[in-house]
């Protein structure tokens, strides 16, 4: 078995790509709960598997290998060592706040008592007070939150597999997320990449681990060639883990540019990707709200340094003739969102207009509701592949967000 990483491009033609397929996790909260979970509405989950299955026959009827992460997840926790499993169930519960007691030790049975697949697809769709006997009488469960119903909090956007992990190069990253709500996600991850069969004991490069400090999610890491990777400053990525994630690259002598696009810290824009994307070699979709009035934004450039620095950093604003210069194409087209139209421009975006899923060189994945933003596209020269949006663009996020490519074809 060799590496079954391979990510040198944003475009190359889609080879193998996780997904996660919206389950119970997606219904299972209140709108008072809502918002702590980073969702806007509450998804109507037929649908939204309706719309998710098309989603995952388009990449496959595209040539994807498409891999399912409850089933990595499920594959690895039934394997032949039982104690990975224990250990997993103890560390799953100790990061949602159960770490001894008796509530601790009936979450523990309860979960080691089902079958593997079920327990996964527990786990992930979180565990209500009610569905659990503690036996002995609990003073934390009688008096601490008492109204909650959760002892185990729902992980509702799991079906964004981009944001846990960033395959890149012949590696990853294992994200630090930013908020509590998805802070447990990459531990499904970590699970898969240290054994699953597919990865374990290949050596494969943990550019940054979730044990880090500082933040970074998937959403905000483009890998735009096969020397040049793009993050975004963001509401989910601190330039902190940035510089980490440069360092690592640089010293593995896997790509030498790494651009740091400082882009606005709200919910809408929480990632790069929700607001530019690489559709073709000299293709990006862009958002016009993350340009100032000249059309600028902070851009830095970092390359391996010298005896003194281990960086060597450059601060630009003219993003355009950055991407120019660190690409060497001489002309590059910006599709704006919406067409540049205000109102367009920001309900589109709100709907992941620009985050388009790119599985060949000018062929990308988009939300059917975005259909100005689709035909501007269209007059670009891409090729357009639209899918159902009504339920799953409820958490906020598209395409790209809602795929981990594993591996790519070179170009
Ligand atoms: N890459 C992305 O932009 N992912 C979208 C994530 C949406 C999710 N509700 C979140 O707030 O994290």
Not at 143 to 152: F, I, T
Request: charged share 20%; hydrophobic share 40%.
């Amino acid at each position: 078995m060799t590496n079954p990483i391979h990510i040198f491009s944003e475009i190359g033609n889609l080879q193998t790509v996780m997904l996660k397929r919206p389950a119970d996790e997606v219904q299972n909260f209140t709108p008072q709960m809502m918002q702590r979970l980073l969702f806007d509405d509450i998804p109507y989950l037929p649908i939204a598997q309706k719309e998710h299955d098309q989603f995952a026959q388009v990449l496959r009827d595209n040539g994807a290998n498409v891999l399912y992460l409850e089933e990595l997840v499920a594959e690895v926790l039934n394997g032949q060592r039982p104690e990975v499993k224990q250990q997993f169930v103890k560390t799953i519960l100790a990061e949602s706040g159960h770490t001894r007691g008796a509530i601790t030790a009936a979450l523990n049975e309860f979960l080691l008592n089902m079958p593997t697949d079920l327990m996964v697809a527990k786990i992930m769709a979180g565990i209500r007070k009610s569905e659990l006997d503690v036996g002995a009488w609990s003073l934390v469960r009688a008096a601490e939150d008492e109204d909650y119903p959760y002892y185990l909090d729902p992980m509702p956007n799991l079906y964004f597999t981009r944001d846990p992990s960033a395959f890149i190069g012949s590696g990853l990253t294992i994200n630090n997320m930013t908020f509590a709500a998805r802070k447990r996600e990459s531990l499904f991850t970590e699970l898969v990449i240290n054994y699953h069969p597919m990865f374990a004991g290949q050596n494969i490069p943990v550019w940054r681990d979730r044990n880090q400090i500082g933040r970074i999610e998937g959403g905000d890491e483009l890998i735009l060639n096969d020397h040049v990777v793009a993050i975004g400053i963001s509401e989910r990525t601190s330039a902190e883990a940035i510089e980490d994630v440069a360092r690592s690259l640089f010293a593995a002598g896997q790509f030498d540019t790494v651009l740091a696009i400082s882009i606005p810290k709200t919910h809408a824009t929480m990632h790069l990707d929700t607001v530019f994307t690489m559709v073709n070699h000299d293709q990006f979709t862009v958002y016009p709200g993350i340009l100032d009035a000249k059309g600028d934004i902070d851009t830095w450039i970092m390359h391996p340094g010298d005896d003194q620095h281990d960086l060597r950093v450059t601060h630009r604003t003219d993003l355009k003739n950055v991407l120019k210069e660190v690409l060497n194409v001489s002309e590059l087209d910006m599709i704006q969102t919406g067409g540049g139209d205000p109102i367009i421009a920001g309900r589109e975006q709100w709907n992941d207009g620009s985050n388009t899923l790119t599985i060949a060189p000018g062929v990308v994945v988009t939300y059917d509701r975005n259909f100005v933003s689709n035909q501007l596209l269209i007059e670009h020269g891409i090729k357009v592949l639209e899918v159902a949006s009504s339920e799953l663009s409820r958490g906020r996020g598209g395409p790209r967000c809602m795929s981990c490519p594993i591996a790519r074809a070179d170009l």
